[in-house]
């Protein structure tokens, strides 16, 4: 059902247009502002049926607001997606043909690794490898940046992962792409890729790790949800809401 728009929600997807993601926290905060500022009753339990409102005219256009978890802190966010081109084809208007098939090589990196990460090292080491035309090292290192400021990659201690975006935006790519090699966490079921895993050979189960802090929160001795096997790992602390860093 296509319904009509008002100022507010039109302020609200200018700003999802600049700024891509927000947090569902910052997602309220900015659904509030919208509605003062456009003096429209404002019920900041009826932030899904705004957004859905926003949606049902922005599908015409291929596009949609979705929302999907981050692997850092285990919050919901909301991405502003292109659902015509749902693969990487999507960012050949500002990244060039060498450029993608490296990023296409971190992917596979990322998604074949255990921990969801792929280190500076081997990214530089797949650029010796591209069949397009190679990328130096220098300008490995500025792709990456351009990555890392564009939302697709996320950066720490010289360790590449998708991004909270990446991930929402890439998923029915990823999951067609890699298939049997993605696999979902056990308890929230969505792709997973920063993670524990199950030490169990017959199981290796994973769980995000904002899952896991939540799963064990306050039990004794951890034992894996499928398997029953010991869960071998540090349990993180649960992340508090306002101690979290922006994605
Ligand atoms: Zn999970
Ligand atoms: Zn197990």
Redesign the pocket.
Known sequence: MSRQLGDHHRRFLQTMMTIGITSEKEAKTLYQHCCETHKTQCAPDRLEEFIEAINSRLQPMFMQIRKG?SEEDGQQHYALVNTAETDITRMTSDYADNELELFRKIMDLIVSSENGKASSTDILNSADMMTSKKLKKGETQQLLLRLVQDKWLCESQGEYNLSTRCIIEMEPYIRAMYQDQVKV?H??H?M?FQCQICENPSCGIK??NP?VARYFKGRMEPHCPACDDFWPHEIPEVRELHSLSKR
């Open positions: 978890m966490c308890i929230c969505n997973a769980i995000h899952c």
